[in-house]
């Protein structure tokens, strides 16, 4: 993958669905705005072109896939992010503008290996995009993630069911070794906690001043 060449600043959130990165990505965008940067969030993957609009369909599904439909469901993902970073992410990263994106590669990286496609598939699949400057990760439970799934009467996509999400996980922990720019916050502690924890951690790494 390609390191951020441009002045702007790249975020990206991970976790497990339910792991509350949504929630988090709004209140640090709506902080930065506050203290006067320019910001624009997003999402993976998008309704905003064809193959986003497939992915999207095809996981509320929630149907069992074999290999070869795992692997084009991956192709369309990346499909899906090269119109993403190419209309929406590199534009804002070339104006100088913050990207804060709920979900990027490494979702790919994670929940594609944990459903048996090749890592390094994965990885070339994704080789031409730009790497987010930090990967928030979110740690909380499977459990935990799935009953607040449940809480909010939303239905199981295709990959929210525990065991598959400890598989998951089990991949995201790998990752983490591997890419030094990801960084594993505890999920499980308050929202309150958990914004005030990145608002810290994005200091020290100097994307925000304090």
């Not at 100088?96 to 090749?118: E, L």
């Not at 990885?123 to 990760?137: A, H, Q, T």
């Not at 607040?148 to 929210?160: A, D, P, S, Y």
Request: proline letters at 2%; one cysteine or more; hydrophobic letters at 35%.
């Amino acid at each position: 993958m390609k390191k951020n060449p441009y002045k702007g600043k790249f975020i990206a959130f991970e976790g497990l669905d339910g792991s509350g990165q949504t929630t988090q990505v709004n209140l640090l965008k709506d902080y930065l705005i506050k203290r006067g940067f320019e910001v624009i969030s997003t999402k993976e993957p998008t309704w905003d072109n064809e193959a986003g609009k497939w992915v999207n369909s095809t996981l509320r599904q929630n149907k069992k896939m074999n290999s070869d439909e795992l692997k084009l469901l991956q192709a369309k993902f990346a499909e899906d992010r090269d119109w993403h970073q190419k209309n929406r992410i590199e534009p804002a990263l070339k104006e100088g503008k913050i990207v804060i994106t709920d979900r990027s590669q490494f979702s790919s990286f994670a929940f594609g290996a944990a459903s048996g496609v090749d890592l390094n598939y994965l990885f070339s699949l994704n080789e031409k995009f730009i790497e987010p400057d930090v990967i928030i990760l979110m740690k909380v439970s499977p459990k935990i993630c799935l009953g607040r799934i449940h809480k909010r009467g939303e239905k199981e996509t295709l990959f929210e069911k525990e065991k598959q999400l400890e598989k998951v996980w089990n991949i995201y922990e790998k990752l983490a070794k591997k890419f030094k720019n990801i960084v594993v916050v505890n999920g499980e502690k308050t929202i309150e906690e958990i914004h005030k924890n990145i608002k810290i951690l994005l200091t020290k790494k100097g994307l925000i001043k304090s």
